[in-house]
């Protein structure tokens, strides 16, 4: 029988989390860029995922969970092929934009946060995009949706498949 | 180091120029207020409760934060200085329980006592509050977040005192909260135990799980023999839960307090330290001369030894095999003092008192019942011991000092000294030197291993031997600074000895709390202190080694027959397991 240990046998991922280590350095100072690195290629940050990091790193696990759940740009759930991103910014929220959140929890079935069962849709709130004068805004896997009504959310979702 | 002049409340001081104005003003007479801030420990300026208003700065300034610079002018109780601090208080008050009077902590909690001082008599703020469930996984730690005001000094201690990093802070803004990495219980990780983020504490947000009530429950049980004993550093520290200075030792009194709340025999830990003494010893100049795993680890303090199955698992094999004095009290308990009193082992029930949270979690460790039971059946912390004997009504301060119970109740000095960090190495180098040597050690005193230095060395040359390499270190970090620099090749001892906690065990987790405005005005570090009350114990003592310690010669004629014996090797032995450091599994890194 050969033998089980070694890369040979090592999940896929954990073989690209050590290439974006070796290649951004296992300092400290660059836990968020590899954490932002890594999600980039698998989606999100599970906990195994998560303390392999902190191990290569020699930093607590505690840390590393306290960064990832720090910044919204990270998410500890897989996401859905489209990520709808939904300003609650002050400039967008006093336009309505927590009505617009409302209809898509109703229409997607989902609370802000989870994403469909199929993994079609990932519903998530953001704090402004910048682009206050289109108020209220959100954006869907970088395409930005503006001065929207709860009218407009159908349409919208019916442009990702 | 080079003063400065600053200028506090209108009257100007000289102070170093690396002082904060905390500091400063300290210096001055001044207590400005602080809550997050913990000397040596946490100093993040994070809850605004230290502000004070400096002649041209922007706006208030944390003072445990700002460096003092020449000149600096410095109001510590203006109008806005006061509003601004009683606000910050206000708004803490806003998001917290406010159930003083069922807390642990009522009469000796920093923000009550805040509150109290800023003169709040009334909560001006209300609104969302957060609620948790209280994390009952640990058998040691109980965290209520619910408490918690996000001080951060527990995340402090965990990571830098400890570098057990099992405390962190979880998300940002209202949803903040201190623990374990994905919500994990304190159980559930590779925390030790070592209640260290107890003591830091300002709050009731993290306390000993209680024994107590098990305790007095089996003291009402007429069918019960209940027996007690106490660790060295419970002498060391009662006091001070009484209001005596710290570093006052109390052994008379807490004899006689136990034997006033009803413990049949009042017996003492020191007795089977000196035995650990015998144990380790033996299984140094066994290894030494078999060849056998060195550098020998000291395994007393079960915080350092949940932190070696988690961290260091590679050094399990150097733990010495010996139970700790509490185990082998335990086992002896329940096996020798049975026998020799023709008491039914069933009906003892075994108290420990100990310094120490994690000893809740030994106790329950499935190797210790060796005695065919549990061979400790609750333990109590100083703390604990101290809630039970004001619970009881007792007058401690004009108790008669007593003595313990024969049989296991005699002691050295050198079992006293295992309280202090180095105080195991001490009491092993008295009797080795003398076992090995044949000679009469002449000063007993090995300063080169006492005191608050994070690791200490020592090189003793021991005649008709050569020279023993020693090391000792105590708190986990400077514990895992030494296993590193040992991994690297450096380093070459035979003995070694750790603790998990600052100073050793009497800076246990189950110690009396000294709150973060007391350390700023000790003139040493609490620990040192206590050490003081250890040290004085030993010298006062006419045995000082354990080997002379007259019960501990009679239970190996009458019982045990001889260290590493057979007897011994059942009843005062035990094995390590590896346990992982994660509470997920991950693969392995890649080779180096």
Redesign the interface.
């Known amino acids: 029988m050969s033998c089980q240990c070694g890369s040979a046998s090592k999940d896929e991922r954990f073989v690209k989390i050590d290439q974006i280590l070796d290649q951004n350095g296992r300092d400290e100072s660059f836990l968020i860029q590899n954490l932002e690195q890594i999600q980039h290629i698998l989606g999100y940050l599970p906990e195994d995922v998560q303390a392999y990091l902190a191990e290569a790193m020699g930093i607590p696990l505690s840390k590393v969970y306290g960064v990832v759940t720090f910044y919204s740009l990270f998410t500890t759930e897989p996401i859905g092929k489209h990520k709808i991103s939904i300003c609650l910014g002050t400039a967008c929220y006093v336009k309505g934009a927590g009505e617009i959140l409302a209809e898509f929890e109703k229409q997607l079935k989902i609370k802000v946060g989870e994403t469909t069962p199929d993994g079609r849709f990932t519903l998530t709130a953001c704090r402004c995009l910048g682009a206050c004068g289109l108020a209220p805004v959100l954006n869907v896997n970088g395409k930005v949706f503006g001065r929207l009504t709860t009218d407009d959310i159908a349409g919208i979702l019916a442009q990702f498949e | 180091m080079e003063m400065v002049t600053v200028t506090i409340d209108g009257v100007e001081t000289q102070v170093p120029s690396d002082y904060t104005v905390l500091k400063a003003a300290q210096k001055a007479g001044v207590h400005i207020p602080t809550l997050c801030y913990l000397k040596d420990i946490n100093q993040i300026g994070a809850c605004r409760v230290c502000l004070v208003e400096i002649d041209r700065a922007r706006g208030l300034q944390a003072s445990c934060v700002y460096p003092v610079s020449e000149g600096l002018k410095i109001h510590t109780h203006t109008p806005a200085v006061l509003e601004a601090r009683k606000a910050v208080v206000e708004l803490l008050l806003s998001n917290h329980p406010q159930d003083c009077l069922t807390c642990i902590r009522n009469t000796t909690c920093e923000l009550q006592a805040l509150a109290q001082q800023m003169g709040i008599d009334h909560v001006r703020f209300t609104g969302e509050r957060k609620e948790y469930p209280i994390d009952f996984s640990s058998p040691s730690v109980q965290r209520d977040a619910s408490k918690c005001i996000l001080c951060r000094r527990c995340v402090a201690v965990c990571?830098q005192v400890q570098n057990?990093?099992?405390?962190?802070?979880?998300?940002?803004g209202f949803e903040s909260i201190v623990?374990?990495?994905?919500h994990r219980g304190l159980g559930e990780v590779n925390c030790t135990n070592c209640g260290q983020c107890i003591n830091v504490c300002p709050v009731g947000a993290l306390k000993e799980v209680d024994h107590t009530e098990r305790v007095w429950k089996a003291l009402a049980d007429p069918s019960k023999h209940v027996i007690v004993q106490t660790a060295p550093s419970i002498r060391a520290g009662l006091g001070e839960e009484f209001g005596l200075p710290i570093g006052t030792p109390v052994t008379g009194k807490m004899v006689a307090a136990l034997r006033r709340l009803g413990f049949a025999k009042v017996f003492d830990t020191d007795f089977t330290a000196d035995l650990t003494i015998m144990e380790e010893g033996n299984e140094l100049l066994h290894r030494i001369g078999t060849g056998g795993k060195l550098p020998l680890i000291t395994s007393c303090s079960p915080g350092w030894v949940k932190f070696c199955e988690h961290n260091y698992p590679d050094f399990i094999e150097n733990l010495s095999s010996a139970k700790s004095p509490q185990a082998m009290f335990g086992a002896l308990a329940k096996t020798y003092y049975a026998e020799n009193n023709n008491i039914d082992p069933a009906t003892i029930y075994s108290v420990s008192a100990m310094p120490c949270t994690a000893k809740k979690f030994e106790c329950a460790r499935p190797e210790m019942e060796a005695s065919g039971y549990p061979d400790v059946d609750a333990v109590i912390t100083t703390r604990e011991l101290a809630r039970m004997i004001k619970k009881a009504g007792i007058d401690f301060l004009n108790l008669p000092d007593e003595d313990f119970d024969k049989s296991m109740g005699a002691s050295t000095g050198a079992g006293v000294i295992f309280g202090a960090t180095g105080g195991v190495m001490e009491a092993a180098l008295r009797t080795v030197y003398e076992v090995i040597s044949g000679e009469t050690l002449q000063n007993v005193e090995f300063n080169a291993v006492r005191g608050m230095e994070g690791i200490k060395e020592a090189a003793v040359n021991i005649p008709g031997f050569g020279e023993v390499r020693v090391a000792v270190a105590h708190g986990l970090q400077n514990a895992a600074d030494l296993l590193d620099r040992i991994r690297s090749g450096e380093g070459d001892y035979h003995f070694i000895e750790i603790m998990a906690c600052p100073g050793g065990c009497v800076g246990g987790g189950g110690q009396p709390i000294v709150s973060g405005p007391m350390r700023l005005t000790l003139p040493e570090d609490y620990q040192a202190l206590r050490h003081k009350a250890i040290y004085t114990v030993d010298r006062d003592k006419t045995l000082r080694k354990s080997h002379e310690n007259p019960e501990v010669i009679e239970i190996y004629e009458k019982y045990l027959g001889k260290p590493l014996g057979e007897k011994s090797h059942h009843l005062l032995h035990t094995k390590y397991t590896k346990r992982p450091?994660?509470?997920?599994?991950?693969?392995?890194?890649?080779e180096k």
Request: proline share 12%.
């Open positions: 990571n057990v990093g099992v405390l962190g802070l979880i998300n940002r623990g374990p990495a994905f450091k994660y509470s997920v599994e991950i693969p392995d890194q890649p």
